[in-house]
């Protein structure tokens, strides 16, 4: 079989294919080989998934890569001649054999044998991997150099790593020092934030795919599964990688997808097979393997020793939600990465251990993970680095040694202590940093599951531009509100003095959506019914007087109000008033009354209700006060008022209680009402107040 010319690929075909080309399964015992049949990951995980009770393929296939014979000794291309030397190493669909130009450079050739293209698929898998791989350039990732093919080989050419992998490197040595890998974890670190920053993900970052160059540089390679995303929101769903490594979103999958997180759970997966010698999930079962990842089952083995800051990265490497995984900056922010740090890696490294943490000082350490920051692109190049790295202590060396010109020998001088004791403040900070960072993630993670969860199920239509800038500005207002309210409660809350006064807001007492015919019809706390009309305007009938308030809209001023005398109304609102009367003999004989609250003196105006929105948790009520409502479906209500700062709470009995929010957050629940759960709501709360605050114009809103 013939195999077209390679032909370059845009973008966009790219990404289209990224979401439909299955890719093998990678596995056996040490989790980092294709299996021999070929089969897909997706298909086997999905069989397994929905216990197709058909019996399993017994055929044996073979493996790709072995359909790949040895190239001609002498490869002929577009004029250049290369010499194939000697055979590399073996993946599932290619075979590596060192090769060298006619100049003497050596290369490593990724032979691909073009029987093994038979599908449209594999054709354009193969053009996708030397896309993406051709657009890299770091000095952490495998160069790509150049691409060919002859009758039976398509050929990719890449720099030569003549040093194995780090999966070569931990089956030789079993475990790693931690300065090892620290100085590892930060050369891949520093590739993978080049690949994300390009848009790319690896998807099957292991240790096998990691090579070595001469000088014992980490480089990464293999992008036969990688995938670039047209923009940073963008998620792919193809469930693929190599079974010890998946990440647990691709595992989960095929609704929410994943992006650039995967290659951040990989970077755990391997740090824990480093430093205890087999990854964390590990089991002879595939299946068992995706149990434990998808549950995060993994322990610490209590007799292999490893420091209490590795554990910490690893755990939160390994967090199942993939938004409370560490970015990239923040990994590196780590304190395990303060410790003992290697200048670079011997050549000794694949057969001895070795002893950095008695020939490296800390000061040493610091400056080499420096420049290992630098050279991996993780910093920005800083004009010290490259000088005598003694001046890069500065004024510390020099205290140093007006210390040693001190009359004290050294073992007498207190100078040592206070640079000791400088450093032990100055991880406990670090500590400190990167405790807040986590909670951080995890409040984020928080907040994203509720703001994937809160949908809108139906509003009333704003018609001006105006009102819904007002109703924006409002819903910010009261949202800055509560995080005000909050970093008060952080500062210890607010003396007695400056607590807000309390004063109980008019609220909805009952309502009934029937938007599908009239409107949307509710009562106030002050006896007043209104119905807010599927046109949009709004009648208020005032309980205790014989007027009522007819409200539409205006271009300029968003709302305006007519005020009637009930036997003076004009003959187009009586059908209105009809409308208000049947509703309100309806809320009377069926409703019961939610609230005790009467209009009080404060209560200067008359309010009405904005809008309303109905979501699956919970009906928000945007009162023209300012006060806004929230009936959550358990009966537990609450309403903010006063620009966020008192809230009210409204028992399923009825009882209608206001505090200052401060004090709420304070105590941490509504007092004698614990089962109200207000944590849990006022994250609801300020999730709907934040999807509000965003200013949808009218024909946004006439597109939904
Ligand atoms: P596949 O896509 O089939 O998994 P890989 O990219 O993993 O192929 O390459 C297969 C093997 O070839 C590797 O395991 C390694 O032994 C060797 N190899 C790959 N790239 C290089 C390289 N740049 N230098 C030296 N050997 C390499």
Redesign the pocket.
Known sequence: MSLAPLQSINEQQLNARSNVVQTPV?SDQTGEK?LKNGKRLDQDYLQNQNQHQQPAQKKKKEKL?SLCKTPPSLIKTRGRDYHRGHF?????????F?IKDDSGKI??A?T?AKLSIKSEKTRKKLLS?IQIHKSMKHQNV?QFIDCFEDDTNVYIL?????N??LMDLLKKRKLLTEPEVRFFTTQICGAIKYMHSRRVIHRDLKL??I?FDRNYNL?I??F?LAAVLANDRERKYTVCGTPNYIAPEVLMGKHSGHSYEVDIWSIGVMLYALLIGKPPFQSKDVNTIYERIKCCDFSFPKEKHISNEAKVLIQDLLSLDPLERPSISEIMDYVWFRGIFPPYIESTVMTEVPNYDKTLTHQESIINFRKCLEKSGLIEDSMNINKDPVSLLGSEVDKKQIIRTNILPDSLSPGDTKYKYREVMDLEAQRKLNDLAREARVRRAHQAVIRKDLVATSTNLIKSEISLRILASECHLTLNGILEAEAQKKMGGLPQSRLPKIRHPIVVTKWVDYSNKHGFSYQLSTEDIGVLFNNGTTVLRLADAEEFWYISYDDKEGWVASHYLLGDKPRELTRHLEVIDFFSKYMRANLSRVSTFVREEYHKDDVFLRRYTRYKQFVMFELSDGTFQFNFKDHHKFAISDGGKLVTYISPSHESLTFPLVEILKIGEIPGYPESKFIEKISLIKEGLKQKSSIVTVEQTQLR
Do not use: M, T
Request: net charge neutral.
């Open positions: 990678k294709l890569s590399l190493g073996e993946g599932g669909f290619a075979r590596c060192q290369f490593a990724k691909v991997e495998v890449l720099e030569i790593c003549p194995g992998s096998g795919n090579f480089k390679g293999d036969g």
